[in-house]
Each structure stands twice: as C-alpha cells, then as structure tokens.
C-alpha cells in the first residue's frame, strides 16, 4: 500500500505536457495552428510542443516561432513529407511520445487530424476523442457533438494518453506576434524505414 508521502512523491513526477501537431498545405503552414494553441491553453499545462513536418520546413518553423506559449519545436524535414501520408506522421509522433511521454496529443478536427489521431490511437490501444468543442476542468472532462451534431456529450477517459482532435472553429484564433527564441530540434525520417513498419502491420 502507497503511504501518503509515496503517493505525493508519484503525483510529483507525473509530467503534464502537450504535443501539438501541425499541418500545412504545399509547404505553408495552416492557419487553424492558432486555434489548437488556443485550445490546448485550456489544459493549464507548462509544457506544450508543437511538431512541424515537411519538405524545407525552415518558413513553417519561424512562422510557429510567432505564437505565444510554446515550449519546444520539433520539425521532421524531408521530400518525402511535402504532401505527408498518415503513417509517416504517426510514427514520428509516436516516437515524440514514447521519448517525452506526452500525456495529450492534440490536433485540428481536419483532414489531416481525423486520419493522422485515430491511427496514432490504434498504435498506442488508446481511444481518441474526437471533434471537441469545449475543454472542461483543465482536461479532465470535454464535451463533443453527437448524433449528427444534434446533441452534445460530455465525456472523459481514463487512458493515460490523452488524444484529441479539436473544432477550431470553437476556440479563438490566437494572433501571431514577433518571433520568439523557442528551443528547435529535428526529428529525424526515414520513409522506408516506417514503410517497412506499415507492411509490417
């Protein structure tokens, strides 16, 4: 049995963070970046990152470097990521989260996030909660619209990762300011090297 001073030490050195996944279109970044920072303010968390991907990604990464409120940027730069399939994306993602040990990963409720969550769920046996509209007592609960949108749901998960697709279009647009000195790393690619994971699986 835990006494009340182990079960503080657990607590403390649980790690609250948040990864971000951005998208763009032809190398451009996409405006709704703005709105998932806005979302994900909600959380309270002292840590958010954002992943930044694709071919000369240099442009995506200052333009990121202008929201406020970010932690760290990891940018994957390759060819191959100039019009990114879903897998590639999972596997770098996962590997973000298997290093760091995210506790939520968060996109946009677009294309782009309604492919890239639900195969990062399958991955991680994690169920993602999908197009939210509203974040509830710092994450612990989120509401989310039902039966064709007719209705809305308040829901919560027990998973230890929490994965998330976002309604932009419910959360503000945060403005972009003057660029910020964020700490950016690379996170290397290989496309046949995750290729050979989805044949495999």
Not at 33 to 52: E, G, P, R
Not at 101 to 118: E, L, M, Q, R, W
């Amino acid at each position: 049995m835990f006494s009340i001073r182990n079960i503080r030490a657990v607590h403390s050195q649980r790690r609250f963070a948040t990864l971000v996944l951005s998208e763009h279109f032809e190398g451009k970044l996409a405006n709704n970046l703005s709105n998932v920072l806005s979302a994900v303010k909600h959380f309270k968390d002292d840590k958010v990152d954002v992943l930044v991907h694709g071919n000369a990604c240099a442009e995506q990464v200052e333009e990121v470097k202008k929201y406020k409120g970010i932690n760290k940027i990891y940018f994957a730069n390759n060819p191959d990521l100039q019009n990114p399939y879903g897998d590639a994306i999972v596997q770098l993602t996962k590997k973000l989260v298997d290093t760091n040990k995210y506790d939520k990963v968060v996109a946009a409720s677009s294309g782009f996030g309604k492919d890239v969550i639900p195969r990062l769920g399958g991955l991680l046996d994690v169920q993602p909660i999908t197009d939210v509209i509203e974040i509830i007592d710092a994450g612990a609960k989120f509401k989310r619209p039902i039966y064709a949108g007719n209705a809305v749901a308040t829901v919560s998960t027990s998973d230890s990762i929490k994965l998330l697709t976002v309604r932009t279009t419910n959360f503000d647009r945060q403005e972009k300011g003057a660029a910020a000195a964020y700490a950016t790393e690379e996170v290397s690619f290989d496309n046949k090297e995750i290729k050979g994971k989805w044949l495999e699986n």
